[in-house]
């Protein structure tokens, strides 16, 4: 069963406007590409559900992009379309510029998001789930121990970002 090529593309159309809203600091912009009840799995920030993700999501972004000026490069690995459900995933690479002047900070976060197909035909994220991306290593290597999974008295290796501050 192939899929339409018209709902990849919609899909990454709205990539885009994802973008372009990080880009221009827009954040009515970026929440248009949500459902409007979601669930938003962010790194380091509390798992938000239903409404109060929107609240929350407007609450965090409105704060970020008063701080920062935001450029964000989007990379999608693959969007894989189910009938009225689909998925992507990728890395996000965001640079902030602090608006009241300093160093740049720039990471790059692994991301997976779910796609519903609302009431008008329009592709909306519902399930939005990110997290740090590390460095790569060959598959023979022994891996770090996940932060998750690692004590507390246990120091974390500085280099698990491959983009850091610049």
């Given at each position: 069963m192939?899929v339409p ?6 899909i ?6 994802f973008?372009e809203?990080y ?5 009515d ?8 009840e979601?669930?938003d799995m962010s790194a ?7 409404a109060?993700a929107?609240?929350?999501?407007r609450r965090r ?10 450029t964000l490069?989007?990379t999608?690995?693959a969007i894989r379309v189910?009938?009225?459900?689909a ?7 965001l640079t902030?510029?602090p ?8 990471t ?14 329009e592709?909306k994220?519902?399930?939005?789930i990110?997290?740090?991306d590390?460095?790569p290593?060959m598959a023979?290597a022994?891996p ?14 500085p280099?698990?970002n491959?983009?850091?501050a610049?």
């Amino acid at each position: 069963m192939s899929v339409p090529m018209n709902d990849v593309y919609e899909i990454n159309v709205a990539k885009a406007q994802f973008r372009e809203a990080y880009n221009t600091g827009n954040v009515d912009r970026l929440l248009a590409v949500f459902a409007d009840e979601f669930t938003d799995m962010s790194a380091g920030v509390p798992s938000f559900f239903g409404a109060d993700a929107r609240s929350a999501f407007r609450r965090r972004m409105t704060k970020l992009f008063e701080q920062y000026q935001a450029t964000l490069i989007v990379t999608i690995i693959a969007i894989r379309v189910l009938a009225n459900t689909a998925f992507d995933y990728g890395w996000h690479t965001l640079t902030l510029t602090p608006r009241d002047g300093g160093k740049p900070i720039t990471t790059r976060q692994r991301y997976f998001e779910t796609w519903q197909r609302n009431s008008s035909g329009e592709w909306k994220i519902d399930l939005y789930i990110d997290n740090m991306d590390v460095a790569p290593m060959m598959a023979d290597a022994e891996p770090p121990l996940p932060e998750a999974l690692r004590p507390l008295e246990m120091p974390s290796r500085p280099d698990h970002n491959p983009v850091s501050a610049t």
